[in-house]
C-alpha cells in the first residue's frame, strides 16, 4: 500500500525562525509532490509543488526532494504566526492527473 | 489559480436522509474530479475519481450505491450521500486539476443528526 509519512507534531519554532517539515513517501515510482496549508476548519491550499531532485524556492517557502532518499521537505522561513497550521504532505503516484496520496498532515504552531 | 467551488459549505441532515453536494471548476474544464474525506484530526481520503461521461471509480472500502457520483459536465460533479448516517459527518472536500495542479475546492461539512 502506498503510503506518505509524517511527523504529526505539534512543531512549535518563535516568529522568525525557520520551520523544518518532512516527509517520507513509499512508492519509490511516485512523479509530483505537493505541500498543503489547511486552516482548521478549511480546505487544503497549494503552497508547492516539486517534481525534480534539488530545491525549489518561492519567496519564504523551500521544497525539497531526495528520490533517492524518497524524502520530501518544506521550509519555511521568518515564521510568521499566520503560517500556523496544519501542512500536508502528498504524492501523485504516477503522471499528473491523478488523485493524490496525503499524509497525515504536520502541525505547525508559530509564537509571537 | 484555478478556481474550484463547492455547494453547499454545510448541512445539516436527519439520519437516513439523502444529501447532494456539487462541485464546480469555474474557470476552467475538468474531464476529472476528485471526492475526498476528511474525519477530525485525519488525513484527506480518497473516496472516488469521477470521469465526466463515464462512471466513477471507487476506492476500496468506499461503497458505491452509497456515494453516488454523477459527472454530467466538464465543470460540474456532484456527490450524493444516500441514507445517511451519523458516521457518515465528515468533511467532504472536491478537487481538480488544471494541467499540473489539483486544486481543492473549500470543502461541505456534513452532519447527520
Known amino acids: 500500500q502506498k503510503e506518505v509519512e509524517q511527523n504529526s507534531g505539534p512543531l512549535s519554532v518563535p516568529e522568525g525562525a525557520i520551520a523544518s517539515l518532512n516527509c517520507t513517501y513509499s512508492?519509490?515510482?511516485?512523479?509530483?509532490f505537493f505541500w498543503y496549508r489547511q486552516y482548521s476548519g478549511k480546505s487544503p491550499e497549494l503552497i508547492m509543488f516539486?517534481?525534480?531532485?534539488g530545491d525549489k524556492e518561492d519567496g519564504r517557502f523551500t521544497a525539497q526532494l531526495n528520490k533517492a532518499s524518497q524524502y520530501v521537505s518544506l521550509l519555511i522561513r521568518d515564521s510568521q504566526p499566520s503560517d500556523s497550521a496544519t501542512y500536508l504532505c502528498?504524492?501523485?503516484?504516477?503522471?499528473?492527473?491523478?488523485?493524490?496520496?496525503f499524509g497525515k498532515g504536520t502541525t505547525l504552531s508559530v509564537s509571537s | 489559480g484555478a478556481v474550484v467551488s463547492q455547494h453547499p459549505s454545510w448541512v445539516i441532515c436527519k439520519s437516513g436522509t439523502s444529501v447532494k453536494i456539487e462541485c464546480r471548476s469555474l474557470?476552467?474544464?475538468?474531464?476529472?474530479m476528485f471526492w475526498y474525506r476528511q474525519f477530525p484530526k485525519q488525513s484527506l481520503m480518497l473516496m472516488a475519481t469521477?470521469?465526466?461521461?463515464?462512471?466513477?471509480?471507487?476506492e476500496q472500502g468506499v461503497e458505491k450505491d452509497k456515494f453516488l457520483i454523477n459527472h454530467a459536465s466538464l465543470t460540474l460533479s456532484t456527490l450524493t450521500v444516500t441514507s445517511a448516517h451519523p458516521e457518515d459527518s465528515s468533511f467532504y472536500i472536491c478537487?481538480?486539476?488544471?494541467?499540473?495542479?489539483?486544486?481543492f475546492g473549500p470543502g461541505t461539512r456534513l452532519t447527520v443528526t
Open positions: 478537487s481538480a486539476n488544471d494541467r499540473d495542479e489539483q486544486y
Open positions: 502528498a504524492v501523485a503516484p504516477n503522471q499528473a492527473g491523478t488523485a493524490l496520496i
Open positions: 469521477s470521469n465526466e461521461g463515464s462512471k466513477a471509480t471507487y
Open positions: 474557470d476552467f474544464q475538468a474531464t476529472t
Open positions: 512508492d519509490r515510482g511516485s512523479q509530483s
Open positions: 516539486i517534481y525534480s531532485n
